[in-house]
Antibody, heavy 114, light 107 residues
Framework: QVQLVQSGAEVKKPGASVKVSCKAS????????INWVRQATGQGLEWMGW????????GYAQKFQGRVTMTRNTSISTAYMELSSLRSEDTAVYYC???????WGKGTTVTVSS | DIQMTQSPSSLSASVGDRVTITCQAS??????LNWYQQKPGKAPKLLIY???NLETGVPSRFSGSGSGTDFTFTISSLQPEDIATYYC?????????FGGGTKVEIK
């Protein structure tokens, strides 16, 4: 079946970077854009950016410009989201989602704490 | 950027009630609007796309309407399993921002 499987929870110190993976299966990975969305505890959904797995083209929300990088490895049908210069406010669940929004990963909890 | 204003932020209704949520875009987005349901600890689930189209497998008590800047999401008869937070999202332009969410509870 079509699914996105995300990597496990991470605990990072302020200033560090985190790289979350999202492995696609059940469909042609390069045929659908991947979006990344995060959600802090008790808060709403925040769109971070998108990537076209075929071309590698990306687009990021202005809030994350310069701190986020979205990449992919087509040979293993996996998308990645790396967020750098982490601060406590980046503590959240990070989701990958396939366009048009009908397939989501289960989420990866990233905790930033000293 | 297109801002999405969703209301109310929360509501409490009885089982069997009709529930309505609205979403207003800061500019014309045609019908490029999704509605999602999110239950605690779970990823969002797409219910409605293109403002009024029901995603496959979604119960028919859920519906959506609207175009341009004003949109409505309706649960025709609230069920206990509908307890969740609902979000709208525009996808006419990047960035595809979400509304602030509506938490639906049982009275």
């Amino acid at each position: 079946q079509v699914q996105l499987v995300q990597s496990g929870a991470e605990v990072k110190k302020p200033g560090a970077s985190v790289k979350v993976s999202c492995k696609a299966s059940g469909y042609t990975f390069t045929s659908y854009d991947i979006n990344w969305v995060r959600q802090a505890t008790g808060q709403g959904l925040e769109w971070m950016g998108w990537m076209n797995p075929n071309s590698g083209n990306t687009g990021y929300a202005q809030k994350f410009q310069g701190r986020v990088t979205m990449t992919r490895n087509t040979s293993i049908s996996t998308a990645y989201m790396e967020l750098s210069s982490l601060r406590s406010e980046d503590t959240a669940v990070y989701y990958c989602a396939r366009d048009p929004g009908n397939v989501w990963g289960k989420g990866t909890t990233v905790t930033v704490s000293s | 950027d297109i801002q999405m204003t969703q209301s109310p932020s929360s509501l409490s209704a009885s089982v069997g009630d009709r529930v309505t949520i609205t979403c207003q875009a800061s500019q014309d987005i045609s019908n490029y609007l999704n509605w999602y349901q999110q239950k605690p600890g779970k990823a969002p689930k797409l219910l409605i796309y293109d403002a009024s189209n029901l995603e496959t497998g979604v119960p028919s008590r859920f519906s959506g309407s609207g175009s341009g800047t004003d949109f409505t999401f309706t649960i025709s008869s609230l069920q206990p399993e509908d307890i969740a937070t609902y979000y709208c999202q525009q996808y006419d332009n990047l960035p595809p921002f979400f509304g602030g969410g509506t938490k639906v509870e049982i009275k």
